[in-house]
């Protein structure tokens, strides 16, 4: 996110879900730092086990050794390949506040990367993998309600598009490797798998950042560390299946949770990358909105107990349906809404055109509305 330095910790409310089911976690948006260092590094630790005794217990030690170490060799062998067809592809970029990454899009010289890399910056260094010189590039536009960002590197500029693979595809379990430039470590790699599908995260609102509810996020066990936002998360066939934008923090310790980042799907990056390169902006979202600008209110203890109806867009669904301004928003289609990041989470597995019952307090009475969804 734009304007972060070492030592920031911004955290995010993050609500995971497997398609209908869910649980409560803490996430941390990727942080991108200032400072160069070269280098990568992916090891491998195997181990196996012997049994038995005599030449047949040794001849089977034997085997099982040359089994493992074949399988090691494959496996590295696998990882070298799709680092050398992939890395070229993920570049560094620099603001005038911090620096992240991002995954050259097409040969036009477009780059994918967050919304929050890019902040409200409109001019940008790139860095590509291996190279000592920087390229100068332009905003093309941002969507931060995917956190989803183009940039735009124009004349001789070389660059290797990757290929972005088909997300629906992507299964728990899958081999994975992550991508990017964490802590300014330029071409780091890190490997791990799938360890979800369908996730919804929800990022909070800061001075920095207007905040962003991403649905179908990957979740991963490859380490994403501060610098790895807008990256490639890649699999063994050399295509990019989500770009890394959140790794989870402990809520009990308040430290990072080991294996647990989340990346944004490829098929939700192409659909709205190609807008944004076309327009310059995001003009079919595919994403349920009410149409209110709201806030979050609570009872007298401090316990947030719904979300405040501000303002209704006018024409939008909310007013539509009879929603006014002092309304507190309480459910959506049978779903409790404490706070804006849970209303956000319930409307990210809605579609526009959805019609649903929204439960709201006005003066003290509860009421159910019908309202059809609108687009964000």
């Known amino acids: 996110m734009h304007g972060e330095r070492v030592g920031s910790h911004r955290k995010a409310e993050a609500v995971g879900t497997r398609r209908a089911a869910s649980q409560s976690f803490r996430a941390v948006r990727r942080r991108w ?16 086990c012997t049994s038995g005794g005599g030449s047949d217990g040794a001849a089977s030690s034997s085997t099982s050794r040359q089994a493992v170490a074949s399988g090691a060799a494959s496996l590295e062998a696998a990882y070298q390949q799709v680092i050398d067809q ?10 005038s506040t911090g620096l992240g990454s ?13 919304a929050h890399v890019v902040g409200g910056n409109q001019q940008f260094e790139v860095l590509a993998s291996g190279t000592a010189g920087s390229l100068p590039a332009t905003l093309v536009g941002s969507y931060p309600p995917n956190d989803l960002a183009v940039i735009r590197v124009s004349g001789d500029h070389q660059l290797k598009p990757a290929a972005f693979a088909d997300s ?53 066990s490859a380490d994403i560390n501060p610098g790895n936002s807008g990256g490639a998360l890649v699999d063994l066939t050399s295509e990019v299946v989500g770009i890394p934008t959140l790794a989870a923090v402990s ?38 909105a009410l149409g209110v600008r709201i806030t979050t209110v609570v ?7 719904g ?3 501000v303002d209704v867009v006018p024409g939008g669904p909310a007013e539509a349906a009879g929603i006014k301004p002092g309304d507190v928003i309480v459910a959506v289609d049978g779903k409790e809404t404490p706070t804006p ?16 019952p929204v439960t709201i307090n006005r003066g003290g009475a509860a009421q159910d509305l019908q309202v059809t969804l609108g687009e964000l």
């Open 86 to 95: 992939v890395l070229p592809s993920v570049v560094e970029i620099r603001t």
């Open 251 to 288: 809520p009990q310790e308040g430290g990072a949770a080991p294996g647990i980042g989340f990346a944004i799907p490829s098929n939700q990056v192409k659909r709205l990358a190609d807008q944004i390169v076309a327009t310059g902006t995001v003009t079919d979202s595919g994403r349920a």
């Open 299 to 305: 009872d007298p203890s401090g316990k947030p107990v």
């Open 33 to 48: 730092l200032p400072g160069l260092l070269v280098g990568w590094a992916v090891v491998i630790a195997l181990a196996g």
């Open 168 to 220: 629906s595809k992507v299964r728990v379990g899958q081999l994975v490797l992550a991508m990017g430039n964490p802590l300014g470590l330029e071409a780091t790699v890190t490997n791990g798998i799938v360890s979800a599908t369908g996730r919804t995260v929800s990022e909070p609102v800061t001075p920095e950042s207007p905040g962003a509810t991403l649905p179908d996020a990957i979740q991963t």
């Open 341 to 356: 990041e849970a209303l956000g989470a319930v409307l990210a597995d809605l579609k526009p055109g959805d019609k649903v």
């Open 307 to 309: 979300v405040g109806v």
């Open 102 to 114: 991002g995954v050259v899009y097409d040969d036009q010289g477009d780059i994918v990367t967050n």
